[in-house]
């Protein structure tokens, strides 16, 4: 059986992550498959049958000289053409909500890919999503009669015990949608209050603006430390000694810091959102994404005794690869 994964599109954040992990258990596996990567992606376990690119016109004519009896693409684009057993892994809820924020560059890009996405969806057979809320707006906003299942995979990490300092933990780039701004600028203020905690982030250093405040912050007494974008296993100790993981996105496509934070034992502080609703139970409902919400949740935090997190979303990885695999 000839297996082909087509991930072409996906080079960073939490697809990189969940990429990897499919890899490393398909190597493990000892599987024959042959793999599709952007030009951007790198992944040292992967040394043979691999072609790497991002380019519509390449990515098309690799599919016209290539068959396969199974394609599983899992960047949210469905193949260019219909094949034997066609499975897409779509994870992106950029595509599916409503498009009026944002620039006006992504707004381009996502209504050709939207187009795309409804040109090409009669190319899969099976779609796999991760969450419930993502299904049913993948089903109204393409109108699909095809088959969706809902299979959320994540790494299992191991926990140990640590001496779990008082400090908030924000595992994310800085994207306009993950709201730095004003989870640094409520932190302030909780700590005008409170006098206690540190607010430990992972702004990647390219990011000037959000770079500026928190050195503003820093000079005006403030405890916040910046690690950078680090690696998963430096991020797995900063859970490790973290007491809480805060988490002000407006919006994810899975939320794999909120799943981590919660295998790490941390107590989790979200906002009553969709996506949180489907993976997790937080510990503490940041109840709106103001600076005075995210001040009023972490008052709670440093004043309550607070109830432990709990993980919803099953870890479904086993399916996907029977899925791909031809078991099922």
Request: glycine share 4%; aromatic share 14%.
């Amino acid at each position: 059986m000839k297996i082909l994964i087509d991930s072409v599109y996906v080079n960073d954040g939490g697809g990189k992550i969940l990429l990897d992990l499919l890899i490393d258990r398909i190597i493990k596996d000892k599987k024959d498959v042959d793999f599709l990567f952007d030009n951007r992606y790198e992944n040292k376990l992967v040394k043979s049958k691999l072609t790497y690119f991002n380019n519509f016109f390449k990515r098309y004519y690799f599919y016209l000289n290539n068959k396969y009896d199974v394609i599983f693409t899992f960047g949210n684009l469905p193949p260019l053409v219909k094949g034997k057993k066609n499975i897409t892994y779509f994870h992106q809820p950029l595509f599916v909500n409503d498009n009026s924020s944002g620039t006006t560059k992504t707004k381009i890009l996502t209504y050709f890919k939207k187009k795309y996405i409804q040109f090409y969806s009669k190319n899969t057979d099976i779609w796999v999503v991760q969450t419930e809320n993502i299904k049913c707006k993948l089903q109204k906003t393409f109108k699909l009669n095809a088959v969706i299942l809902k299979y959320p995979f994540y790494r299992e990490l191991q926990f140990e015990k640590l001496d779990k300092k008082h400090s908030f933990l924000y595992p994310s780039k800085a994207y306009p949608h993950k709201n730095h701004e004003i989870l640094i600028n409520g932190f302030c203020d909780f700590y005008d209050i409170n006098k206690n905690g540190e607010l430990i982030i992972t702004v990647e250093s390219e990011n000037l603006k959000i770079s500026r405040l928190i050195d503003a912050k820093k000079k005006l007494g403030y405890p916040i430390k910046n690690i950078g974008f680090v690696n998963q296993e430096k991020l797995r100790r900063e859970y490790l000694k973290a007491k809480f993981v805060i988490f002000p996105s407006e919006n994810e496509s899975f939320g794999l810091g909120l799943i981590e934070a919660v295998m790490m034992k941390c107590k989790l502080i979200a906002p009553e959102l969709e996506y949180v609703k489907d993976v997790v139970k937080p510990s503490i409902t940041i109840k709106s994404l103001t600076i005075e919400g995210i001040t009023t949740a972490l008052i709670k935090a440093s004043k309550e005794n607070i109830k432990d997190s709990v993980l919803l979303a099953k870890n479904d990885l086993n399916q996907i690869l029977k899925l791909i695999y031809g078991e099922i």
